[in-house]
């Protein structure tokens, strides 16, 4: 298997997310990270691996390269895939799937580059044994992700397995839900210190609160996954992982902050609950059936974070409307609190009427997205300000 004690990994993230995946893979002990386009690469050993799929908030997943090499097509990269020895990585009565990402002009789809490198895998072990792997898409033993850019090509041993993102706590989820990933990034990039109010009065499917609460109850996010892909590789370790659970389940921490949810609709609001109760976050989260502007919170002050509907998923008869309605009402509401919006409509968001002191773009699966931050002071700003601010 991998036979080196200090290794290469990469860490898959959405666009954008790299610098808070480069910060969350020093915390848990990794050396050399560095930043590239949607992946941070980092080094480190078995216990760094096995840390990396328990405590990584804003990844997607974790690859170990084995192999790198340029290809003209796809003929060269079959070769080239039965160069490795993949009797390190797995027997030949277990089982494998490929997943690929491809940006070039000398190879086919997607999916013909994964038939043709797992033919090249089960036609090297038919050649020596005279008998092939299976393929199993759901839970091989041996995820292989490969990453073609141009005549570059890289072979990673995925050792996530199923996407980071999911959690294992969201079973319900409305229309247009917001990623686990997507969603514990906005509550980082907010600086919510995890002990003052936080509420999200439009929580949908509840994800928002739950990412919340597991990072003020410091539960790590992948604390509910039964299976890694790493558990089935020959190397695997369960001794130095069950440490490293214990380790994080002795580490976990009462909730310090209130936690405050709300959504218009009911039926939404029990899907909510069903995911808070899987992430065993019920006494830590306070979530109720109410409209918008009925959110009446207490004065002390917190962090809001609003993803409301953008009109593109979501209709809604007049979203011009909507947004003014939510401008009003933090105003009215919401004094003394640091409120943070995402939103893909940008005329929708000039309706709110306040000046936002901070805009960063997020992506919320294929939609680009503006994070707005509203510091609710009491009084008023400069009308000029707020103006050139919104018009920007």
């Known amino acids: 298997m991998i036979k080196e004690k200090i290794f290469n990994m990469m860490a898959k993230t959405q666009q954008g997310l790299e610098p808070l995946l480069a910060a969350e893979l020093k915390e848990i002990g990794a050396h050399n990270i560095e930043e590239h386009n949607r992946v941070v690469s980092f080094e480190g050993d078995l216990k760094t691996l096995y840390k990396a799929n328990l405590y990584l908030r804003t990844a997607l997943k974790v690859l170990v390269p084995i192999a790198k090499f340029k290809a003209n097509g796809d003929h060269e990269l079959y070769e080239e895939v039965r160069r490795i020895d993949w009797e390190n990585y797995m027997d030949v009565d277990g089982t494998l799937a490929v997943d690929s990402s491809v940006r070039s002009e000398f190879f086919s789809e997607n999916q013909f580059v994964n038939l043709k490198t797992k033919d090249a895998i089960v036609d090297e072990f038919r050649d020596k044994y005279g008998k092939r792997p299976s393929v199993d898409t759901e839970f091989p033993d041996l995820r292989i992700n490969l990453h073609i850019f141009q005549k570059e090509c890289t072979i990673s041993l995925d050792s996530s397995g199923e996407s980071l993102h999911k959690r294992g ?26 002990k003052s109010t936080f509420i999200d009065p439009m929580c949908g499917s509840g994800t928002l609160l739950i990412e919340a609460g597991l990072m003020a109850r410091n539960i790590p996010p992948g604390m509910f996954k039964e299976q890694f892909g790493f558990m089935k590789w020959k190397n695997y370790d369960a001794d130095l992982w069950h440490k490293i659970k214990d380790e994080a389940k002795a580490n976990i921490k009462e909730c310090e902050a209130k936690i405050i949810g709300g959504d218009a609709v009911f039926r939404v609001i029990e899907k909510a609950r069903n995911n808070i109760t899987r992430a065993g976050l019920d006494e830590d989260i306070i979530i109720t059936n109410k409209r918008f502007e009925e959110h009446k919170p207490s004065g002390e002050g917190g962090t809001v974070i609003i993803n409301p509907p953008y009109g593109e998923r979501l209709e809604l008869e ?49 939609l680009e997205c503006k994070y707005h931050k509203f510091e609710m002071y009491r009084g008023t700003k400069d009308p000029r300000k707020m103006e050139q601010n919104l018009n920007e």
């Open 169 to 194: 706590y969201r079973m319900e989820a409305n229309m247009a839900p917001l990623n686990e990933v997507t969603a514990a990034a906005m509550i980082i990039l907010s600086g919510w210190d995890k």
């Open 318 to 366: 007049d979203i011009a409307a909507f947004y003014k309605l939510m401008g009003d009402t933090l105003k009215q509401n919401f004094t003394g609190y640091d409120v943070w919006i995402i939103s893909s409509n940008k005329e929708a968001m000039k309706k709110i009427g306040l000046a936002a002191s901070k805009r960063l773009t997020i992506w919320n699966g294929p």
